[in-house]
């Protein structure tokens, strides 16, 4: 076994050469269902730490630090950070992570808002030009 996290009715689980498995809780039998198979890695043999808290989820990856979000019953990639870490550790929405060099801390309050989208509309497609104008 890589790793195990379990945080409210979400346990998560990878072994040091797969993927990270989300499993939920079933509220009718209570049961853990598999729920979400994530992977971010590009490397078979890839080791990725991750943390879980209630709706966040956390994955180290080859160069990168992947953070998930619970959104519309799916766990949805929405912040990249630009390097991976050896350890993380989520409390809320504050993330701690560690590597040789140190500990930092990063604060997700209010990174997981519902953007609201636009609704493409239909657009006329643009009209072929003879030739440009010159202007004097």
Known sequence: VGQTSLSNDHL?????????YVYRREQANRTFQLYQR????SSPLAYNPFALDKDMLVIGGDDR???????NGLWEETI?????????RLSGRNLLV????????????????TMPTQTPSAAPSPSPSTSPSLLP
Not at 65 to 71: G, K
Not at 105 to 112: I, K, R, V, Y
């Open 12 to 20: 998560a689980f990878s072994t040091r050469r797969d993927d990270v």
């Open 38 to 41: 994530i992977d971010i890695s």
């Open 65 to 71: 630090t992947h953070v998930f979000f619970e959104q």
């Open 80 to 88: 990249a950070l630009d390097r991976s870490y050896d350890e993380y």
């Open 98 to 113: 560690a590597n040789g060099t140190g500990a930092y801390s990063f604060d997700f309050e209010g990174c997981a808002q």
